[in-house]
């Protein structure tokens, strides 16, 4: 299998990153993003590209994948509704568009939110943006898509958020994660987690679109 990764430099990129280099199934690894995550791997190609709303300079580097993990996105604190929708909405549907009409069996998995609105007529806007979203990439012609939506994410195998008051906020909430995670099984993901549920949709498919953290939970399931 040949694994697209889009933000492989985030909490959630980093793990799908590592477990796709970890898969023995997993034949060729591609990266792009801003700036290289800095990995090395046999079998991993990291391409940075600056201009993440047009792809036609790279489109013969985007044919020949199996599926993409697309874990590319932004905080919206502090940002208007327009420069958040241009981030979330318009690079998600740019990759997304592109690899469509370049890859007609490719397995799509999406990082989106837990709480994300799909009506996009809530009051909350990163919610109505991520909703948005989401339904425009579950219309693409894709073999399949499906929208992870992750609820509290607990970070392992060294992986830090490269946002400052992310990292704090992890940092002080590390020694709670683990009770949280026992506690409430169905609402805390690990990164290690996630990355596994990508791989596994992407070889088997699930009986949902739409995975909120209990179904991501089940897709591991034997």
């Known amino acids: 299998m040949n694994v697209l990764v889009f933000g492989a430099t985030g909490m959630i990129g980093q793990g799908a990153l590592r477990d796709c280099l970890l898969d023995p199934d997993v034949g060729r690894v591609v990266t792009i993003g801003r700036t290289p995550s800095g990995a090395r791997h046999p079998k991993l190609r990291e391409i940075a590209h600056r201009d993440l709303l047009h792809y036609g300079s790279i489109q013969n580097e985007l044919a020949g994948f199996d599926a993409c993990f697309f874990c590319l996105g932004v905080s919206s604190a502090g940002m208007a509704e327009a420069d958040y929708e241009r981030v979330t909405y318009g690079i998600t549907l740019a990759a997304a568009e592109a690899l ?22 809530g009051r909350v806007m990163w919610a109505r943006v991520k909703g948005k ?29 490269r946002t400052a008051s992310y990292r704090f906020l992890y940092a002080a909430a590390k020694p709670l994660l683990p009770v949280l995670a026992w506690a409430f099984p169905n609402y805390v993901l690990t990164t290690r987690q996630i990355g596994r549920a990508m791989l596994a949709v992407a070889r088997r498919g699930a009986g949902k679109r739409v995975l909120e953290s209990k179904d991501i939970r089940a897709v591991l399931q034997p």
């Open 100 to 121: 469509s009409r370049l890859n007609p069996k490719l397995t799509f998995v999406y990082v989106s939110g837990a709480g994300a609105d799909s009506s996009e007529r």
């Open 133 to 161: 979203t989401e339904n425009a990439l579950l219309r693409l012609p894709f073999q399949a898509a499906y929208m992870f939506r992750p609820g509290v994410i607990r970070p392992l195998d060294g992986i830090r958020s």
